[in-house]
């Protein structure tokens, strides 16, 4: 039988030994793919967006909130580098990671090269993690992870503008609303991220809230809202 010095001897050494095993998990670099766009005379003509491996996610854009052609309107322009931080579906991140990884993690050259091509924004991916740290710029690729990737980073960007274009107008152009939801949901982005509507689910809460909005856009934004995975309170 062991004396109780020894159990607590040994007691004590699991427990280092569980502290270094957490700690040095900790200490493990965190992966993150990131993708930007620059694309003059488009709204935004800048963004970029960043993910990591453990489902957080960074957004900054160039975006125009008020598009109004009223030059009268009270409203700011909403002109300006924005950001903001939300948690990623585990889906969408697993699927980002997924073409990365396909992709070789941006090895070498991805871009087609084709000089009939219209630009559509000159594109950067990026992948670092404690080993890796490639970069790559392109137009067009015909590898088919970076065209899968670009259209998921295109469709979550869009989804993050919605958010933004709706906390503007709900400030200052309320009547607007009804019609920017509307093309929220007629399009295919909702399909495609609809539970990575998180950007915009504290917005949508508050219109749902506000008995000073028109029921119409309260029920659209408590649709919205189950789309994003939230249960409208």
């Known amino acids: 039988m062991l004396s109780s010095s020894r159990v607590s001897c040994l007691l004590g050494l699991a427990g280092i030994a569980s502290f270094l095993s957490v700690t040095a998990q ?46 009268d309107s009270d409203a700011p322009s909403g002109e300006g580098a924005s950001g903001t931080v939300f948690m990623l579906s585990l889906a969408t ?23 009939n091509i219209a630009s559509t924004g ?9 080993d890796k740290s490639n970069s790559a710029h ?19 960007s869009s989804a993050v503008e919605f958010g933004r274009r ?14 920017e939801m509307k093309r929220m949901e007629a399009t295919t982005t909702l399909q495609e991220v609809g ?10 809460q508050k219109i749902a809230d506000d008995p000073s ?5 309260r029920a659209r934004a408590m649709r919205l809202l189950q789309h994003a995975g939230t249960k409208p309170k």
């Open 93 to 115: 991140t697993t699927r980002i990671f997924d073409f990365a990884k396909a992709a070789h993690y941006f090895e070498g050259n991805i871009d087609s090269k084709k000089k």
């Open 166 to 179: 709706l906390d503007y107008e709900y400030r200052y152009q309320k009547l607007a609303l009804d019609e």
């Open 26 to 71: 900790a200490q493990q670099p965190v992966a993150t793919v990131s993708f930007s766009c620059d694309f003059p005379g488009s709204n935004p003509s800048h963004y970029s967006l960043t993910v990591t491996s453990t489902r957080q996610a960074s957004y900054t854009s160039d975006g125009k909130l008020n598009t109004a052609k009223d030059s």
């Open 195 to 204: 539970p990575d509507l998180a950007a915009a689910a504290p917005v949508l």
């Open 138 to 156: 392109y137009n067009y690729s015909l590898i088919p992870a970076v065209q899968d990737l670009t259209t998921l980073f295109q469709n979550l």
């Open 213 to 217: 909005v028109i029921n119409p856009v």
């Open 122 to 130: 000159d594109k950067i991916l990026i992948y670092r993690d404690g």
